[in-house]
Each structure stands twice: as structure tokens, then as C-alpha cells.
């Protein structure tokens, strides 16, 4: 059996698009995206990915059209559970078609089975859009600006949108109803259209033999002939970096504090304080017997690293007697805590009540310290779940790149959607401070999992271990989220651990470690946000302090590119960190 290609550049008339492992992504009209991605997926009953790899494969390709036909084999283990066959067809009037017919092999529990597509954001925002629903009732809606809690687009088999002047990009769906959700609310830089309403009971049960076919076919239609589309999967050679004209302050940087309490030896002590960091965050579970201990544990922390608190204090029931037992055991803090964020166990966000109890008896006793609160997961939970913020000093929300994807060019987009999720959060809570906290490679909650209390469980290291952060690939990644965040204004941001194999401090030297070493040699300087002609591939950050400057830019790919600043020419390696 021939190896199934993985990467593919192809071609359906005037469009063009890269094909990657089953999936089509950055289908393009002239340079612009009319489809950011569209692929199947098979999702298990906590919404966990089921992989799958692909057997006998067959491609015809021509220079403006394709037809590809494969088997695709979702396993768990070496055990197979569901089996497609796939065929996707592009032709030379601009047409494409995918085509799914899967069978299950095994009895699974999915909550979804079948086809998504992801729509770009710099092409939909604040943009209408016209909607087919199941009874052929068509629609005019706007693509969400504000990050929308809930699926904006219910019930759908049909959907058409400008992609450029005189010409309408249009989608039809078959086999099955779907909607759209907006996907910025798990750190996704897109929207979502997918099959199977989520207001149908899940998971479904499916047993061998059953089977789903789904279709959806994309056509475009031009007010005139003549369209022609320049290759643009074949990337320029230089890729072009432009100072904006604003500068903004330079966030506070910290990182999580280990939750096991295991001491911290002498030398990584000294690696975090030469950080000089903003912050350490520290979680107590309030409700435990041994809190007392955490809490003595982040204070001597603190002192050796030289570093101010950001205390994170998880309610139970008894709200008044726990805030009473805080104050009394913290009354040696004073001076070393920063911040309080306040939660509450088993909650998505936190609850108007516990902040009426709790904020001003904190104010009274410590009128320095900055109150804040919010969800310790992500954006989702705190769009959905408001809370009266009007006494509060921040809000919070944790960032995860990887809800729904988790290869490299996917870690690279959904950077974007934190301008988003920045915005939203501004627009729900006017005039308080934002504070991304914490920054993690992989998820540490899963509130979406089927049993209610596995969601507010912290989630096995092993889990959310990441090698990528132990790569210069990991310290691009940052780059590019620190430049996001400084330029979308928020104050504070919380980056991955201390130390362990999810921490900042490891042997040798983690370049993500020296990019914040870097970066703090700037604390109290500013950011000069920087566009990128092409920021899939290249992100840049210019810090000024006093008379002194330096450019941050990180290459994202394997490839080698050459980046051309206002100030000079520079040739990057493949995931290349280059500070100059």
C-alpha cells in the first residue's frame, strides 16, 4: 500500500488550497480566505479528538482540478471504532464537493461524527452573511464582532457570504442539520459551522454497522468572468514587519506556582528572580484541610523568588467562615500579596453572591490589594456565565490554544483570537483590568466533560504536558501571544508554571526562558505592536526602554523565510527566535 501524502497544494479553478492529512485548509480566492478549514471529525462522549490515519488512497490531479478517494480509520489504542470513506472533488468552474460515508465498528459513545468548517475571522467579522435553514427559510445574520456565548446560527443546511467585490462564496450541507458557533470562545482563531445541532441529546450511542453520510459542497459565483487567482500557497519570499503608530505598556509577567508544594531548589529559585517577574500565582482550595499549608508554601516562595502574589482563592459552602479563616492565617502577608482573584469550587465563573460576601470584607482588611474575578477556564465560561463585576478591580479568564486542534499551524492561528477575546471581555466589564491567566500550552479543566465532576478536576500532568514548550517553536508561540496581549491592551498575564515538565525553569535553559529574560530586561518600558504581512508565519515585538530597543521576531514554520523590518534585513531558520 502507497504512503498517503499528508501535504498537498491544490487547485479547483480559482480557488486554491492545502491539503493536510484528510482536511482541506486555507482554501483562498485571489489571496483572501473563503474557507479557513474544512475536515471530519469523530468526538467521544468528554468531547476528546478520536485520531485516525489514512489507508488506500487514490489522487487524480490535474493544474485547476482534483479528485481524491480514501479510507480514514479513527482508532482508540490499536483498536478501530469508526471507519469513512472519503471523497472530495474540485473542478475547474470553481466547484468543490466532500463527500463522507462512515461506519461504526465498535459500540461509541461520540458527541459528534462528521464534517466542520472553520471560517477566517480578518474576512468575517461584523460581516453578513445569508442563511439557509432546514425548511429553505433564507436569512440575513451578521458573523458576531463581540465573541457570541451561544451559536449564533442554529439549524442551518445552507449558507452564502461576499468573499470579494462581485463574488459570493456559497456552502450547501447534506445529511444532517448544522449550525454555527463562534469558536473564539475556546481560544479557536475562527468560527465553526458543524454537524448535528448541539440541542440534540449526546453522546449518542452507536452501535457496529451504524452508519452517517454527510456532503457539502462549496461553489463560488462570480458578477463577471475573467477571475483569476494568484498562487499564494507558495509563501513570498520576505515576509514584512511595519511599526504601528501606538506604543502601550509592557504587561505584568508571571507565572503559576506548582500545586503538589514540592520545594524548589536554590538554583531555580535564583533562575525565577533573575526573571523579575510581576507575579506569582498561587490557587488554595479554601475548602481542603491543608490550605493553610499551600498558602505558607506560595509565601516562602515568594520571598526567595522576590516576587509579589497573585492569590487565587477557591470557595466552598461555607463562604463567610472561609474568608474569616483566610484573613486571620494571611495576617502576616501584608506587603506580599499583589492580587485576589475569587472563585468558587464546582462553578464556571465566579458567582455574584460569593462576591458580595467576600469583596468587602477583603477591602476593609486589605484596601491595597486589587480584587478580582472570573473563570479559571476559558473565555466561554465567562461570556456565559456574567457575574455584577461592579466593585471589582480585574477580570480573569485562563488561555489554551488546543480545545480543538493541536498541530503547529493551528497553535500559530488561534493567537488571534486573544485581540478577541480582550475585546469581549472589555465590552462585558467596561472599565476593569483584564489579566490572562493563566497562559498554558493544553487545557488544565475540562469543563465540557460528561460527568459534572470531572469538570472542575485539575487534569493529570501527563495531560497537559507539551514538548513544544521546551522548543524554540514554544518560545515563537509565546512571542507571538505576548505580542497579542500587549497590543490588545490587556494588564497582566500569567505563563505556564515554574518549574517541572510544564514549568519556565528546567535544565538546560528552555528558550522560552530566555525570551522572557529578554523581555524582562524591557520591564517597565513599552511595547511597539508590529504587523506582519504574513503573521502564520512570522510574529515581531519592538520594546523601547530609556535609549535602549530591541526587535523580537519569530519565524513559526519549518521553513526558512527572510523578514524585512524598518530597520533591516534578517534571515530566519526554521522556528527561528532571533532578537536583534
Not at 475536515?39 to 489507508?55: H, K, Q, S
Not at 454497522?209 to 462570480?222: A, K, N, W, Y
Not at 487567482?229 to 509563501?235: C, E, H, I, K, V
Not at 477575546?421 to 469543563?447: D, E, W
Request: proline residues 7%; contains cysteine.
Amino acid at each position: 500500500m502507497q504512503d498517503p501524502i499528508t501535504e498537498q497544494n491544490l487547485r479547483a479553478g480559482a480557488l486554491q488550497m492545502l491539503r493536510e492529512h484528510g482536511s482541506l485548509r486555507y482554501i483562498l480566492l485571489d489571496g483572501r480566505e473563503v474557507i479557513r478549514g474544512l475536515y471530519f471529525a469523530l468526538r467521544d462522549e468528554n468531547w476528546g479528538t478520536v485520531p485516525f490515519r489514512i489507508e488506500d488512497e487514490e489522487a487524480f490531479i490535474e493544474p485547476d482540478q482534483f479528485r481524491l478517494r480514501f479510507r480514514a480509520v479513527h482508532t482508540l489504542g490499536d483498536t478501530p471504532v469508526f471507519r469513512w470513506d472519503v471523497e472530495i472533488e474540485g473542478t475547474a468552474n470553481s466547484t468543490m464537493t466532500f463527500s463522507l460515508r462512515g461506519i461504526a465498528l465498535r459500540p461509541f459513545r461520540r458527541n459528534r461524527a462528521g464534517f466542520c468548517v472553520l471560517h477566517p475571522l480578518d474576512e468575517c467579522v461584523g460581516k453578513p452573511l445569508w442563511i439557509t435553514e432546514p425548511d429553505g427559510t433564507i436569512s440575513q445574520q451578521t458573523f458576531p464582532r463581540r465573541i457570541a456565548p451561544n451559536r449564533p446560527f442554529p439549524y442551518l443546511r445552507g449558507m452564502r457570504w461576499f468573499v470579494a467585490e462581485g463574488v459570493e462564496a456559497q456552502l450547501d450541507f447534506e445529511g444532517d442539520d448544522f449550525e454555527t458557533e463562534d469558536q473564539r470562545n475556546w481560544g479557536d482563531g475562527s468560527y465553526k459551522t458543524f454537524c448535528t445541532p448541539l440541542a440534540l441529546p449526546f453522546p449518542v450511542e452507536l452501535q457496529p454497522g451504524d452508519t452517517v453520510e454527510q456532503r457539502i459542497q462549496l461553489r463560488l459565483h462570480f458578477a463577471s468572468s475573467g477571475q483569476v487567482a494568484r498562487s499564494l500557497l507558495q509563501p513570498e519570499d520576505t515576509v514584512e514587519l511595519s511599526l504601528t503608530d501606538d506604543w502601550v505598556p509592557l504587561p505584568g509577567i508571571g507565572t503559576l506556582l506548582p500545586g503538589d508544594g514540592e520545594p524548589v531548589s536554590p538554583e531555580a529559585i535564583e533562575a525565577l528572580r533573575a526573571l523579575q517577574l510581576d507575579h506569582l500565582r498561587a490557587e488554595l482550595r479554601l475548602d481542603l484541610p491543608d490550605w493553610q499549608h499551600h498558602l505558607q508554601f506560595a509565601a516562602e516562595q515568594a520571598r526567595a523568588v522576590q516576587t509579589p502574589l497573585l492569590l487565587v482563592l477557591s470557595f466552598g459552602e461555607t463562604v463567610e467562615e472561609q474568608t474569616e479563616a483566610f484573613l486571620t492565617e494571611a495576617a502576616t502577608l501584608d506587603g506580599l500579596v499583589q492580587d485576589v482573584l475569587l472563585v468558587k469550587n464546582q462553578t464556571y465563573a465566579s458567582p455574584t453572591e460569593l462576591l458580595q460576601i467576600v469583596v468587602p470584607v477583603l477591602r476593609a482588611r486589605w484596601p491595597q490589594v486589587r480584587i478580582g474575578a472570573g473563570t479559571q477556564t476559558n473565555f466561554t465560561e465567562l461570556g456565559r456565565y456574567p457575574f455584577d463585576a461592579e466593585a471589582l478591580d480585574t477580570i480573569t479568564y485562563a488561555y489554551q490554544p488546543q480545545e480543538h486542534a493541536f498541530d503547529d499551524r493551528s497553535l500559530v492561528e488561534n493567537i488571534e483570537s486573544l485581540t478577541h477575546s480582550l475585546y469581549s471581555a472589555r465590552a462585558l466589564y467596561p472599565g476593569k483590568a483584564v489579566y490572562v491567566s493563566p497562559v498554558t500550552f493544553r487545557k488544565r479543566f475540562n469543563p465540557y466533560a460528561l460527568a459534572f465532576s470531572d469538570r472542575f478536576a485539575e487534569q493529570p500532568v501527563h495531560l497537559q504536558n507539551d514538548s513544544r514548550l521546551r522548543t524554540p517553536f514554544g518560545a515563537g508561540w509565546t512571542l507571538g501571544v505576548l505580542k497579542t496581549i500587549a497590543g490588545a491592551g490587556a494588564e497582566k498575564l500569567t505563563l505556564f508554571r515554574t518549574t517541572g515538565p510544564l514549568g519556565l525553569v528546567q535544565e538546560p535553559r528552555l528558550p522560552v526562558y530566555h525570551l522572557l529574560q529578554t523581555i524582562q530586561g524591557f520591564r517597565g518600558g513599552r511595547v511597539r505592536p508590529v504587523r506582519s504581512s504574513d503573521k502564520l508565519r512570522c510574529s515581531a515585538l519592538r520594546l523601547e526602554k530609556a535609549d535602549q530597543s530591541v526587535w523580537l521576531i519569530a519565524n513559526h514554520t519549518g521553513q526558512a523565510c527572510r523578514v524585512q523590518t524598518p530597520d533591516g534585513s534578517y534571515a530566519l531558520e526554521p522556528f527561528e527566535l532571533k532578537i536583534v
